[in-house]
Nanobody, 122 residues
Framework: QVQLVESGGGLVPAGGSVRLSCVASERSFRPTFMAWFRQSPGKDREFVAAISQTDGTWYEGPTKGRATIARDNAKNTVYLNMYRLKTEDTAVYFC????????????????WGQGTQVTVSS
């Protein structure tokens, strides 16, 4: 069973930036889409960004324009860079993998990491 492990979260000041990483446990793991979702207390898990095997990218929601997703196949890693962070970006950020779309639908994703907490302080 493939495992996805996120890292890079922590306490970040408002206006700052953060880089999240997601490593897959198997080097042969090449899902069609890798994505980042986030979930704040009391809210549904929401789509942030996705990247395809051919490096196509998709963004939605409040972080669009302030987030960049990238992948390094040699390191089996997907990254999420977020900039100009706001207190409302505070959430647990999850990495996920899917073989098909809809890309922004939580139900499309079969593999999930445990999440990494990002807390943005004012």
């Amino acid at each position: 069973q493939v495992q996805l492990v996120e890292s890079g979260g922590g306490l970040v000041p408002a206006g700052g930036s953060v880089r999240l990483s997601c490593v897959a446990s198997e080097r042969s793991f090449r899902p069609t889409f890798m994505a980042w979702f986030r979930q704040s207390p009391g809210k549904d898990r929401e789509f942030v960004a996705a990247i395809s095997q051919t490096d196509g990218t998709w963004y939605e929601g409040p972080t669009k324009g302030r987030a960049t997703i990238a992948r390094d196949n040699a390191k089996n890693t997907v990254y999420l860079n977020m900039y100009r962070l706001k207190t409302e970006d505070t959430a647990v950020y999850f990495c996920a993998a899917s073989e098909s779309g809809p890309i922004s639908s939580r139900g499309s994703y079969t593999f999930w990491g445990q999440g990494t907490q990002v807390t943005v302080s004012s």
